[in-house]
């Protein structure tokens, strides 16, 4: 059975840094896209923002709104993907979660149904 497990999360001030991390149990996921979304608090029937995206080959998409201060990567022999997270902002608060899902010939990501189980990031101002 195929489990994603995100961890790294935390309460960090504005302007401060954190690094996300998923790794992806019982399956080689080095063939796969994955992605990283995010839930803001208090909205719990609001759709999750995809925040950055990683093809199998390395190429990234990134939300407008973390453009410059996020960065997605992978490392396939860890069967892991990361988020560095920089100059966070309070608006930047939310639950964030992983996805291992599909890449479009486009060059955009779409989820799957394997989502893990999200970390908390609240920044303070």
């Known amino acids: 059975q195929v489990q994603l497990v995100e961890s790294g999360g935390g309460l960090v001030q504005a302007g401060g840094s954190l690094r996300l991390s998923c790794v992806a149990s019982g399956s080689d996921s080095s063939t796969y896209a994955m992605g990283w979304y995010r839930q803001a608090p208090g909205a719990p029937g609001k759709q999750r923002e995809l925040?950055?995206?990683?093809?199998?080959?390395?190429?990234?998409n990134y939300a407008d709104s973390v453009k410059g201060r996020f960065t997605i990567s992978r490392d396939n022999a860890k069967n892991t993907m990361y988020l560095e997270m920089n100059s966070l902002k309070p608006e930047d608060t939310a639950v964030y979660y992983c996805?291992?899902?599909?890449?479009?010939?486009?060059?955009?990501?779409?989820?799957?149904?394997?989502w893990g189980q999200g970390t908390q990031v609240t920044v303070s101002s």
């Open positions: 996805n291992r899902g599909g890449w479009t010939y486009r060059g955009g990501y779409y989820p799957s149904a394997l």
């Open positions: 925040v950055a995206s990683i093809s199998s080959g390395g190429s990234t």
